[in-house]
């Protein structure tokens, strides 16, 4: 199962994103720094299921198990 | 001083007593349950630094509030505007509380002031940038908490991580929520009282008791926080739901992690002016440290709650405070 944080961050930061043009000018760096920083984390999230998938090969049940605890 | 603006101004002193009443318990829960100060003695720290957060920051929230929701140049917060504006949020938060529906003094208190002052004389009252400014944050402070305490959490564990005496840790954490919930008092105190010094200098300039550019006189700062730490001093520890748990369950390194997020987020808002909804910002903190985990440590039911706030609040306030003005302009 891929990671749902994964998902949810994408989400965040998308929301984020649709709030820039909608913010003050001076306040616009705001929504731009959080949809960035959730888009970093949504790659971070990637990253370590991708990683867990390499150092796991042919054993799909403990890296599910890895997944949900992770 | 006539006896109307005396009026308006004790209901919203009495309003922003009930917000200290209520929100006490997003400052406390997680001390108190981590046993890091008795339920009496948390409440006694957090209204001390409501009260102290006048000496911090500044009143560019309460100038929000009195400016720029509704255009004060053409002269409709009158005391009779403004009242029906606190009946609107007032109104709301009892309806929802009778009703057990999730909600947010803050955006109730601006969609009640829009509400009353469309009631009287249009749409075109509105200011469309205040709004908007008000708008973006209500959806973003949510999730600047969030981002931030899953940060924090990442930052503390991974520079932790070496550490194998985890008792020393968790120690050493409890201590460190002593200030994380002092930061966050400070936060709450300067913005939620900041709300009610902007309906009260709205009201004072309406009256024609100040000028339209008049800055917060002192004796409303002081008052309005007073209001705010004697609602946490008195109400927050027989209400104590904790957060911490409701939301997910949270270790002391967590409980300082989301009260630092949420308290960054709080004193970047006050400062820039932005009211933003105490409540919401910590509940997005908390699952930002649960999400650390993983998502399904986090309970969506309430954090879910927090939505319906957003698409709720303004309209019902709005529709309350609206009606509210129709009535008082009959009786008057």
Known sequence: MRDQRLWFFLGAGAVCAGMVPLAPTD???????????????????????????QRRPGRPGLRQGKARSG | MEFGVIAVIAVALAFDYTNGFHDAANSIATVVSTRVLSPRWAVTWAAFFNFAAFLVFGTEVAATIANDVVDPARGVLTVGVVFAGLVGAIGWNLTTFYLGLPTSSSHALVGGMAGAAVANAG?????????????????????????????????????????????????????GQLFSAAAFSL?????????????????????????????????????A?????????????????TMGSRITRLQPVGGFAAESASAITLFFTSSAGIPVSTTQTITGAIVGVGAT?????????????????WVLTIPGAFLIAWLAEKVVRVAS
Do not use: C
């Not at chain 2, 509105?126 to 981002?147: D, N």
């Open chain 2, 123 to 175: 749409f075109g009252v509105l200011q469309e940038e205040g709004l908007r400014k008000i708008g973006v944050f209500i959806v973003l402070s949510p999730l600047v908490g969030l981002a931030l305490g899953l940060i924090m959490t990442l930052v503390i564990m991974w520079s932790l991580h070496r550490v194998r005496r985890l008792e020393m840790l968790n120690r050493a954490f409890r201590r």
């Open chain 2, 293 to 309: 985990r993983r998502l399904s440590a986090v309970r969506w039911g309430v954090a879910g709650q927090v939505v319906w706030a």
């Open chain 2, 187 to 223: 936060g709450h105190g300067a913005n939620d009282a900041q709300k009610t010094m902007g309906i009260i200098l709205a009201v004072l300039i309406g009256a024609g008791e100040l000028d339209a550019n008049a800055d917060v006189p002192l004796w409303v700062v002081l008052a």
């Open chain 1, 27 to 53: 306040l616009r760096w705001v929504p731009v720094v959080t949809a960035v920083v959730y888009v970093v984390l949504a790659a971070l999230v990637a990253l370590d299921s991708w990683g867990r998938r």
């Open chain 2, 225 to 241: 926080h007073t209001a705010i730490g004697l609602g946490t001093l008195s109400g927050g520890w027989r209400i104590v739901k």
